[in-house]
Structures are given as structure tokens and as C-alpha cells.
């Protein structure tokens, strides 16, 4: 096995997979905040970057300012669909709200083929193109950009919820909501930054991905490979969203190497099926124990 492929196919994994991790926090908030599981999210990421492309080619916009106008535009959308959809639906059973969500990411789907067509479409040029070298081994600068991007958006969640009142509010809210509102925390308000926080997080990281592959109305697979980050890292932890997002992007880089790229996902379900088997909280996920 010729070690520098092996190098930069691993590289070009974990590139991947930071993307597959900033997306999966995207889940893991709303999941922590509402326990909604959003299954739209994917469709939220495509939507992110045919914004960008609306503000960049349609408007005619600098690439750097059509940036935070599509995250601002994701952040907009999930504060509507929160309180246009989730926000009514509190109380009923948790399979209703799933169904909305499936239902959100059609419509997404729709509309964005109604607007653009349903051929895929690149998006204006606006990262460096500089190569990279770690070692010998060659990564892609647009797959290096997206890596440091992410981490850096994980760790502020990460020192957010640590550190912050808000991330103290979010994470009581997700213990126990009565006791929240026992405490004087607004946890309607907590339930729209959660969705606002998500659906910007994913809208920026739709334009990541829209960089490297281009965007097409059929982005919202992604969400599928993000929905097995993070059941294997754990439905409401965001670190387990880091560490579940590098894995797959790893095994799905490796596969597609090895075994061809027809495999990629059949490797990734059996991983996660033997995950479930063993843990089925995931790695870092919360077990519950519920008194029947």
C-alpha cells in the first residue's frame, strides 16, 4: 500500500468529515434544545448555498458579503420555521413533528427546483486556490478551508454552551423544561435561538460544500450521512458530533479508496448498524432511562 495515498485519502476524509460535523451540530442543536429530530436539515444546508448563489451571481454581490447573507438567510428561515411550525406542534407526539420536518425538506426541494432547475450549478469562485502540503501528502485547498472553517465554527459551540449564560439556558432547557421555566428561563425564546443557531449553521455549511462539489436540489442526501454522524456520536452532543462526523468522513474516504465508490454507504449503515447494537445512545450520546 503506497503510504502517501493512504495519507491523502485520509486527509481528504477527515476534510470531509468536519463538514459532516458542522452539520451534524446544526442537528445536535435543535435535537438538545426541542428534541425534534430535523430530518430537513440537509435541505436547509442546499438551500444555504443556492442563497449564496443568489446574492453572488443573481444580485451581482461581492462573494464575502453574499456569504453572511445566506447564513443571515438560514438563521431567517429557521427562526420561521420554528415559529410557523415547530412552536405549534409542541405537545404533540414526537412522530408528528418528525413527519413536519420530512414534509419541510420536500417543499425546500421543490422550491429550489421551481427557482433554479434541477441541473447541478457551481458556485462563484471565492476561496484561495493555493495548494496544500501536510508532509508530502497534497489536500485540496477548498477541502483544507472547509476543515478549518468548521473547526473553528465546533469549538465556539463548544466554548458557547461551556462558558456562556445562553449555553447554561440551552442546556437547562434540555434537562428538564420545567424546571426551566421554574427558574425564570424564557424556554420559548431558547427554542428559536436553537433553530435560528441550526439552520445558520447549516446554510454556511451548504456554501462549504457548494464550493468544493457545486449545488444541486438533491444536496439533501447529505443530510442522510449527517442523520448516521449523529446517531453514532449521540443525538444531543456536540461532541459526539465532531467525533461521529470525522469517523464517518473517514470510513466513507477509505471505502470509496478501497472497495470502490458504490460502497461508501453500505460501509457507513454497517457501521452504524453495529454501533446501535453495541451502544444504542451512540458514543457520547445521554442514556436515558425511562420508568414505565
Not at 476534510?15 to 440537509?42: D, E, M, Q, S, W
Not at 419541510?104 to 427557482?115: D, H, M, T
Request: one cysteine or more; proline letters at 4%.
Amino acid at each position: 500500500m503506497d503510504a502517501l495515498f493512504l495519507a491523502e485519502v485520509t486527509l481528504a476524509g477527515l476534510g470531509a468529515g468536519a463538514l459532516y460535523a458542522l452539520t451534524g451540530v446544526a442537528f445536535v442543536l435543535i435535537y438538545k434544545a426541542t428534541r425534534v429530530v430535523n430530518l430537513a436539515i440537509g435541505e436547509i444546508l442546499m438551500l444555504g448555498g443556492y442563497a449564496f448563489l443568489g446574492f453572488a451571481a443573481g444580485l451581482g454581490l461581492s462573494p464575502w458579503l453574499a456569504l453572511p447573507l445566506a447564513i443571515a438567510a438560514g438563521g431567517a428561515l429557521g427562526w420561521l420555521v420554528e415559529r410557523a411550525l415547530i412552536r405549534p406542534m409542541l405537545g404533540e407526539s414526537p412522530i408528528s413533528v418528525f413527519m413536519v420536518t420530512i414534509g419541510l425538506g420536500s417543499i425546500l426541494a421543490g422550491v429550489v427546483q421551481l427557482g433554479w432547475g434541477a441541473d447541478p450549478l457551481r458556485l462563484p469562485e471565492f476561496m484561495l486556490s493555493t495548494p496544500v502540503f501536510i508532509g508530502e501528502a497534497y489536500l485540496a485547498p477548498k477541502v483544507a478551508i472547509g476543515f478549518v472553517a468548521a473547526a473553528v465554527v465546533i469549538g465556539l459551540f463548544l466554548a458557547l454552551f461551556r462558558f456562556s449564560r445562553g449555553g447554561v439556558a440551552l442546556k437547562a432547557t434540555a434537562a428538564d423544561q420545567g424546571a426551566a421555566y421554574s427558574v425564570g428561563i424564557d424556554v420559548p425564546r431558547v427554542f428559536s435561538v436553537a433553530w435560528i443557531l441550526a439552520c445558520a449553521t447549516a446554510a454556511g455549511a451548504g456554501v462549504l460544500v457548494g464550493a468544493i462539489g457545486g449545488i444541486s436540489p438533491t444536496m439533501g442526501v447529505f443530510g442522510l450521512s449527517v442523520l448516521v454522524v449523529v446517531i453514532i456520536g449521540g443525538l444531543d452532543s456536540i461532541a459526539g458530533a465532531l467525533v461521529g462526523g470525522l469517523l464517518i468522513g473517514l470510513v466513507e474516504a477509505l471505502a470509496g479508496a478501497f472497495l470502490g465508490g458504490e460502497f461508501k454507504l453500505v460501509v457507513t449503515f454497517a457501521l452504524l448498524l453495529v454501533l446501535l447494537m453495541v451502544r444504542p445512545y451512540g458514543l457520547f450520546g445521554t442514556h436515558e432511562i425511562e420508568r414505565l
